[in-house]
């Protein structure tokens, strides 16, 4: 009776057009909207970085799967940075940062890793935009500039006598006084006995 009537076969067909699209089409839809790689929110990202910086790339070189780039450090808003120049390690991978620009400003927010800093792909380490620094500088505050880098004292060693020699009058006048005291000493000596000699 029920699939001799039109009406309810063609709404039974179409429900379960409508269960099988929900089921298949349903799930890549919200997979493309959701984004691949989530990025933390800035008051996260601050709060898990060991220091937080802003500097501009000089230098960047792979270094097996991942990039070591040289960041001249101009503001430091959370940590201790005690140099002007530091290392900064990204990671390549789908989500990682990947290679930084050379020449481009950022905001660095990572974690110790040996001689340089990590900048992993949840750290927030991003190009420094308006928006950004000014998220930063209102959890932060305004920061301080880095110390300036030390320059090292040149140490110069002279050789003395060899560069410069003594003057050989002054090395032998010890001894000069020596042998006159020694004459005097002697013509004193011989006057006394002469002197003696008379005498008796």
Not at 66 to 92: E, H, L
């Amino acid at each position: 009776m029920i699939w001799s009537d039109g009406r309810m076969l063609r709404r039974a067909l179409a429900l379960v057009f409508v269960a099988v699209c929900a089921v298949v089409i349903g799930p890549q839809a919200s997979d493309a909207a959701a984004p691949a790689c989530p990025r933390p929110a800035p008051a996260v990202a601050v709060q898990r970085a060991t220091v937080v910086f802003t500097g501009v790339v000089t230098t960047s070189a792979a270094s097996g799967t991942s990039f070591v780039q040289t960041v001249q450090v101009d503001r430091i808003y959370k940590g201790q940075v005690t140099t002007a120049n530091v290392r900064v390690r990204t990671t390549g991978g789908t989500c990682g940062l990947g290679k930084l620009t050379a020449g481009e400003r950022y905001v660095v927010m990572a974690t110790p890793d040996g001689d340089s800093w990590l900048a992993g792909p949840r750290s927030g380490t991003a190009a420094a935009s308006d928006a950004l620094l000014a998220r930063v500088q209102a959890l932060l505050g305004p920061g301080t500039a880095p110390a300036p880098t030390p320059t090292p004292t040149q140490v110069s060693y002279e050789q003395v006598g060899a560069t410069h020699p003594r003057p050989f009058l002054r090395m032998a006048a010890p001894g000069f006084a020596l042998v006159i005291v020694g004459f005097l000493g002697l013509v004193v000596s011989r006057r006394w006995r002469r002197s003696a000699a008379e005498r008796a």
